[in-house]
């Protein structure tokens, strides 16, 4: 039986995914789209851990928990998350410590750029 409650993902996640485009000419970066959404149970890192890892005040930094599948298991720092509104860079993915079934994303949002 898994230890992370249903309970617990309280909160709808997607994660969107950048390409490359090869025009012919030249291969450039694709915009981000929707790559699937996901439950997940949020924490946003605290003031005196943001302090130790130097972050800048208009930054939040946040941790993002899901269930571990196919799909979560591909999820890089290349990757975006997207909640309510916000865009959180991925800076960190890791298993959880729960018998390999969660991810862990560390993720940074600026406070002032919404999606």
Same mark, same amino acid.
């Not at 994660?15 to 949020?42: E, H, L, T, Y």
């Not at 941790?63 to 865009?87: E, L, N, S």
């Given at each position: /039986? ?22 012919? /000419? ?38 993002? =928990? =899901? ?49």
């Amino acid at each position: /039986m898994s230890r992370l409650g249903a309970g617990r993902f309280d909160r709808r996640i997607e994660i969107w995914r950048g390409g490359i485009v090869d025009d012919g /000419m030249r291969r450039k970066n694709a915009p981000f789209s929707k790559a699937f959404a996901r439950w997940a149970r949020k924490r946003d890192v605290s003031d005196a851990e943001r302090a130790k890892t130097g972050q800048q005040a208009q930054e939040v930094g946040t941790r993002f =928990v =899901v269930r571990a599948d196919a799909q979560t298991r591909t999820i890089t720092g290349a990757d975006q998350v997207r909640h309510r509104g916000r865009v959180y860079q991925i800076v960190g993915v890791k298993e959880t410590d729960e018998r390999d079934d969660g991810i862990e994303i560390s993720a940074l949002a600026l406070t002032d750029k919404p999606a």
